[in-house]
């Protein structure tokens, strides 16, 4: 990667603030989901915090995402408030979409979260036509699409691909590699060495980054970025992470590769960036301590103010269908 | 082509439908249009529904794609979620199979699921219909699957002034609109619509007064069914003829009305029979007007069976105005 | 896990499925099974439906694929026109909306179009049903789609000893079956299929007797009917009930006989009212059984809107054992 | 190329027949519509004959190939019968289909025939699945799928190559690039440079070559074929070419560049090749003739067997949709 994006120091802290907000998000869900307290189909991103820390590092609240069933990461780093967020998984009115969306459809356009797809492939074509829409307006937009490696095998993906390089849009595909698709390793699904090689097949730029290193998935992010504004076109980065859990909270993983597995854990990403900040004397233990207790506070809160906020209305069973008061 | 709507002389639908998307891109910049080889060094679409758009009013709001339905309905649910009203051709009907997750599970839903934060003002033009003889895989008519997905406005016009009025109204509405054009019948010949004109979608029309039975139809197959009049009438029988226009959300009140007056009705359409829009209308009706039919509501659509090729075997699969006739007449006496 | 089919305890739809797979594919080497996590090396399927399979059949016959649905049912498609008989999963229904085409387009249409010189004996299986919080994109019924699409049959148990009899006869048929499985209900347990045991398709079963009001349900939904009954008794409502089994060809016969001796209706199912199955029952119900109801058949389906996630409106989206016998007593008093 | 896969003489001859009756049919089929003795759409191959001609050349009847609308160059090299084609087409009970099909979907499994798609990209995922039969059943029979340059930017391509990748089948993905889509010219669509670059995307074997030349054409078809029936997977093949006519039957053609099609059309291949053949002396001029006029002859009298050939009867309207006599 070329090493002239590399963050400085301020931007690889604010990296380290979303990264361990994702990181404790994570965990909080899974205990409370554990604890009963809440019921849903949990998508655990633990382990792949990085990549989205450090692409929203590289944007601005004007920017667009559209991400997946995996997305809370994504959204949380993009700027998605807790209290909205844990409303909406908790089913309430208070929640981003009324408690109509849930879990794996959050969706919020002021800090440009546009759409979360629970469909595999599915965020790359609605991103193409957001991104048309900033080169129609002129405006230097960026639009990011998440999605993981077993959807870079699905129709949708190579459709959108080659849109994208024919019509130059300002969109960054951002492929999280967590090795596996639900239970398939990815070498069982993927004819592709690296998804990376198949930007070639759109004669667009791709590049195989490591999504748990800061400074690299920045870099590669900051540099996708750049091109997009720039009127350049869209970009394929493939960011190599580990899904540390099931592909569902309940699944009991069986078909893992233990020893892969424990070494990734080991080589966890948030710690370890946590030390390297201390070490090279970016942030004091106490300075992190203390966001990382913000942060605790800061869900305690949410997780309160969603348990507290009220369900729906059953009048919003047929609302939000068509628009309201609109002829027929 | 655009003026061809303030003609006095009677137009095509493709002029009707030309004009209508004329002069609301002229009205709205906000108006885009996306598909296979819609613009103009593509030929302005196939049949030319489309042509003239890109040289007038420039390649950045018609643009023509490459062969890739779920691409070209993402990028139109795209834009549209960024302000821009775009409006998707999918060549023909039987192409939405390869972008039904794009409708389907998004462009229907996402004002839902996300709880009205956003919406998808799109319109996805669709021609279809038998006629042509391009066998089993070309001219299916699909309209119940999207009406039975809810958020989704599905949208048939049978004449010229109607194409454009609802077109003006699919392209205003918020929500997304399946437009159903049928190719036999572009070049179908009617009065000129009035520049500006709108026919609101959910309203049905009355397309010719009866008293003895009520038929409703939509698309192509409402031609056919007015061709039948006359031998109705020769008959003694006097059919009030109506044009749903649109599918869904459909007009209850004026169909109800008209069979409460009648006591009698046949739906006919082109598609199979068999779980088709008909038999939503059969259903309401014989509960609305439950007692007072004087016979069952009958159906007439496509048998259950893939539309065939050779010519004698497709001019036997749709109604036609002789079993449209036919049908009623047994109703009736 | 196979000998679940012997037991004479209770066992689960899951298991009942399992054994049928496993006794078929034991009876005939043509028979293959292909979707995303199929295979043991990836948990025998998410909900294990499949488990056990590729470690006693093999990973040949019984393969994982990549997250491709297209690629999926062409695949099995092919094979069949080679002398296979696949089974393909598409884990959730939702996501047969990526492989509309092949199915549609393809499956359902090449016996016709090649004038009966192929076909295509391939049984898709998929699963579906609200009750798990999953929210607007993976809960959807969409059984009418396929039942308007000619060539298609489409299959929904909603019992073990019925999942098994069902799947034997899916996997017979020498044309494409649309299998569908409710996700809730996998682990309900119900009496163990003799092995072997074949559940005709396009042949309802009444589930139960009675003499005042008919309810047509199949998959989950006709449990919730069968738990009304009681409620209904002690209003002293005698109900009948059908288990569909076959939504396409559907039992015309032995629900129009039902309904003639009761002379009321009550068609409910998870799949939104408007256009649904429902609509094809009722409209089929009042021909054939014209000025012969004492009331109007009823659907009670989900209401037009897609699937909520917030609990209490995802309760309150599919009919109930309590809504069902609502309206079966308004349908009665 | 690698050359040591160059046809014989006898080979070339057996290409040439081939092409030579491709052309000729393709000649009388455009004469019988246009003098409306028949009417169907028709999407003429016209230009295009060197490429099946030549692969059917590499393949044995057992051999499986699924083409598409713009498939019946295709089927008669593969050898459909001319009285079965031109009864199918003209809609006649006699027809393969017994009319029921049509020019867009012929069926021919006595000859390996399976599907003729007029869905684009639907030929792929199909093969694939036959390949796998063959590959279940341990026969070396190949399966070859066609389809145009536009569908290589369609989903069921990306989807299709990687499956036949991953699984290693034994099909050919045959791309006849004729540079137009419908109406569209290759570049307004295609991002890749060839579309065999796409290959790579699928750890695939892939090639672009000169689809009318009919040793180059032969050369790659020999090669895929050799690889497949030695169990080493698919090949991409790009076979270059042009379509002398529209799209369909009646199209104007006005969005094609004049120069360039004037250009394709003076380098008919099929005359080029037949010039070739004499100047080698691999055939003669009488030989060639004579070859040439037994077409003419076959053509006549499977024209008048079509038109002499009942329609089928109505009750073939609601036949084959299921199996007759299967319960339900
Ligand atoms: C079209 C479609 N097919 C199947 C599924 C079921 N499914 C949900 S997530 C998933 C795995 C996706 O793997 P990957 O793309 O690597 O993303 P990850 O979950 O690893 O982040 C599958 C198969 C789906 N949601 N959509
Ligand atoms: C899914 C789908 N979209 C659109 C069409 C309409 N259509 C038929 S042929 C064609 C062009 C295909 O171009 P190419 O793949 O290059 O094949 P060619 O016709 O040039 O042989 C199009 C767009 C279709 N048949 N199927
Ligand atoms: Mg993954
Ligand atoms: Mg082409």
Same mark, same amino acid.
């Given at each position: ?124 074509? +609605? ?26 095998? +699905? ?51 791709? =590049? ?121 | ?65 490459? +062969? ?108 997304? *609109? ?34 003895? *039975? ?26 009030? +003829? ?24 046949? =739906? ?66």
């Amino acid at each position: 990667m070329t090493s002239n994006y590399a963050p400085d120091g301020a931007t690889q802290l604010e990296i380290y603030k979303r990264a361990a907000l994702l990181k404790a998000n994570d965990e909080r869900s899974r205990k409370v989901i554990m604890t009963g307290r809440l019921v849903m189909p949990y998508y655990s991103y633990r382990g792949q915090e990085i990549i989205p820390s450090a692409m929203a590092a590289a944007l601005t609240d004007a920017d667009y995402w559209v991400t997946i069933y995996r997305g809370i990461h994504d959204m949380l780093a993009k700027g998605m408030p807790l209290n909205d967020l844990w409303a909406e998984i908790a089913g309430r009115v208070d929640g981003t979409c009324k408690g109509k969306g849930g879990p794996m459809h959050l969706t919020y356009p002021k800090k440009g979260i546009m759409v979360t797809t629970g469909i595999v492939g599915s965020s790359m074509p +609605i991103a193409n036509g957001i991104a048309w829409g900033s080169q129609l307006s002129g405006n230097d937009r960026v639009t990011v699409a998440t999605f993981g490696d077993g959807a870079s095998n +699905i129709g949708a993906f190579h459709e959108s691909l080659n849109l994208a390089a024919v019509w130059k849009l300002p969109v960054i595909f951002l492929c999280q590699n967590n090795l596996y698709g639900e239970h398939t390793i990815y070498e069982k699904a993927t004819a592709a060495k690296r998804v990376a090689d198949r930007a070639a097949a759109y004669n667009m730029a791709g =590049v195989r980054v490591n999504g748990n290193d800061p400074v690299e998935m920045f870099a590669a992010a900051r540099e996708a970025v750049e091109r997009a504004r720039a009127g350049e076109g869209p970009t394929l980065i493939e960011a190599m992470t580990f899904r540390f859990h099931g592909h569902v909270f309940g699944d009991a993983d069986a078909y893992m590769d233990k020893a892969q597995k424990k070494a990734a854990i080991e080589a966890d990403p948030v710690p370890l960036f946590r030390a390297r900040l201390i070490a090279e004397g970016i942030a004091s233990e106490d300075q992190l301590a203390a966001i990382e207790a913000a942060i605790e506070t800061q869900i305690d809160e949410a997780v309160e103010f969603a348990l507290a906020s009220p369900f729906p209305g059953l009048e919003e069973l047929t609302r939000d269908v068509y628009a309201e008061g609109v002829d027929a | 082509m655009s003026d061809a709507a303030t003609q006095a002389k009677p137009v095509t639908i493709v002029q009707a439908l030309n004009a209508a998307l004329n002069d609301a891109m002229a009205d709205d910049d906000s108006i885009l249009v996306l598909g296979e080889d819609v613009a103009d060094p593509e030929d302005g679409g196939v049949v030319g529904v489309t042509k003239g758009l890109s040289t007038r009013f420039g390649d950045r709001r018609v643009r023509s794609t490459p +062969i890739a339905e779920q691409a070209i309905i993402g990028a139109a649910i795209g834009a549209s979620l960024v302000g821009y009203k775009p409006i998707a051709e999918i060549m023909l009907m039987n192409f939405t199979t390869v972008a039904m997750d794009m409708i389907v599970n998004h462009a229907a839903k996402l004002r839902f699921m996300s709880g009205g934060q956003t919406n998808v003002p799109i319109v996805i033009r669709t021609m279809t219909g038998t006629g042509m003889g391009s066998g089993g895989q070309h001219c299916d008519y699909l309209e119940a699957w999207f009406a039975h997905t809810a958020g989704m406005k599905v949208v048939a016009p049978s004449n010229p002034a109607d194409a454009y009025g609802l077109m003006r109204a699919a392209i205003n509405d918020p929500d997304p *609109v399946l437009f159903i054009e049928n190719l036999p019948d572009y070049w179908r010949q009617g009065e000129a619509p009035k520049p500006g004109h709108v026919v609101p979608l959910g309203r049905a029309r009355v397309a010719r007064e009866g008293t003895d *039975v009520t038929i409703v139809s939509y698309s192509r197959v409402l031609n056919e069914a007015l061709a039948a009049v006359e031998e109705l009438e020769r008959a003694g029988i006097s059919a009030e +003829i109506i044009d749903l226009r649109t599918i869904s959300p459909w007009d209850r009140e004026t169909v109800c009305a008209s069979v409460a007056k009648t006591a009698r009705c046949l =739906v006919t359409h082109e598609a199979v029979t068999e779980f088709g829009v008909g038999a939503e209308i059969a259903a309401t009706l014989h509960t609305e007007l439950f007692g007072k039919l004087k016979a069952p509501v009958a159906r007439l659509g496509a048998p259950y069976a893939p539309v065939p090729f050779s010519n004698p075997l497709e001019t036997a699969y749709a109604p036609t105005a002789k079993r449209i006739a036919e049908a009623a007449m047994a109703l009736v006496k």
